[in-house]
């Protein structure tokens, strides 16, 4: 199983919006709405962020938010701050009964 | 407070085997299915097995099968992964994650695995 494909790094500045995307195939993005979305800081262990494409957990901010077209999903932060600085991962349910995970992209806030 | 503890890592020479351990705490264990993730050093997340509530349903990543064994007990609330055949490339951070494969929440704080002569 490929791990997802994620952009190495975005960038933004203070109260901008930024979006991460997460492409895979129809054997697991495509396939299931069942992408989720994980916030890791440095050395720290990672926290799910966004569950089934586009639901956040208790305690998330709104100015988190996910949707998905086709085989890509995709993560919007809005109004940017400080402490969003952080490593984020996609992960999808495949046609194979296991989970793949992208390979990270790295946030900074400018 | 739902609340994971990963145990078990070390250092291990190349060909040998580890037992990790994720006790848990904060919830009903026996209700959920649990995983094991781990990311080398730098490295992004790899999604290495599940394990269902009831210990029926088990799953691993290919590079994994034949070499990891992931087990349970919920009698103690607790899950377990039996690594053997160790290589070079299996040196990471293991963490253990609730989840049934669509998302995993919430995560172990991880243990160290270094794979080395």
Redesign the interface.
Known sequence: ?S?LTQPASVSGSPGQSITISCTGTSSDVGG?N?V?W?Q?HTGK????MI??VSNR?SGVSNRFSGSKSGNTASLNISGLQAEDEADY?C?S?TSS????????TKVTVL | EVQLVDSGGGLVQPGGSLRLSCAASGFTFSSYGM?W?RQAPGK????VS?ISSNGRSI????SMKGRFTISRDNAKKSLYLQMNSLRDEDTAVY?C?RGD??????????TLVTVSS
């Open positions: 199983q791990a299931y069942y989720s994980y890791q262990a990672p926290k799910l569950y089934e957990p991962y992960s349910y009964r296991t989970a793949v995970f992208g390979g990270g | 995983n993730v992004g997340l790899e999604w599940y799953y691993y990543a290919d963490y994650a494969l669509t998302r995993f929440d919430p995560w172990g704080q991880g």
